[in-house]
């Protein structure tokens, strides 16, 4: 067992005014503000962080084996099986693995993600992706999100407690927007929910 502790005390990439430098502004800290606004101020400005979450294992462990099935769809300019399930059952159009040449950066939400600098505020705001589907027939891009999760009953994302996914799906929009002059980004995106089944006995 490890005896480190948890210290909320930061000094590195805290907001400084009047810094000429481009501040680095993630994802996660917008949503963060979105949520808390006071709890923003406290971690970027003084430096005192919230708890971080309970390592997902699992879910980072199904989001891996996602981006190397999709990766090598990607190579291959096929299309992925789970996307024509999806086409057959009329939700979504043919589509394959945006294949781009910074693709493994923008998934890379630690170290780079997708970069945008928004002049007017000075702030360099980025996020990693988990994938980018282009549509066959238009050419267009639709960001992707991988979900892992045990819901007994049908997902509705119309409820509630997805409105933080949905939004998170828009900021990676705005980026890849602002990325990529052309193709043009789409207003469609989509969840990959892989849901757990408790109710299967065959192993």
């Not at 917008?30 to 919230?50: A, E, H, K, M, V």
């Not at 040449?101 to 780079?112: C, G, I, R, V």
């Amino acid at each position: 067992m490890s005896d480190s502790k948890y210290n909320p005390q930061k000094t590195r990439g805290l907001y400084v005014p009047g810094d000429a430098k481009p501040y680095k502004l993630s994802r996660s800290k917008i949503d963060l503000f979105l949520r808390c606004p006071r709890c923003f101020w406290l971690d970027r400005i003084l430096g005192i962080s919230p708890p971080p979450p309970w390592p997902y294992s699992l879910n980072i462990a199904v989001d891996e084996l996602l981006k190397k099935e999709f990766n090598m769809h990607r190579r291959m300019a096929t299309e992925h099986p789970a996307i024509s399930r999806a086409v057959r059952h009329g939700v979504m159009r043919p589509a394959v693995p945006f294949n781009h040449p910074d693709m493994s950066e923008w998934q890379d939400s630690l170290h780079h993600g997708i970069q945008v600098l928004h002049g007017l505020t000075n702030l360099l705001v980025f996020g990693g992706v988990d994938d980018i589907w282009q549509f066959i027939d238009t050419g267009k891009l639709a960001i992707v999100d991988y979900k892992a999760t045990y819901h007994p009953k049908k997902i509705d994302i119309s409820e509630p407690r997805y409105d933080s996914y949905k939004a998170q799906l828009e900021i990676y929009q705005w980026l890849l927007s602002h990325r990529l002059d052309s193709p043009s980004t789409s207003d469609i995106a989509f969840f990959l929910f892989c849901n757990a089944d408790a109710s299967r006995l065959d192993f």
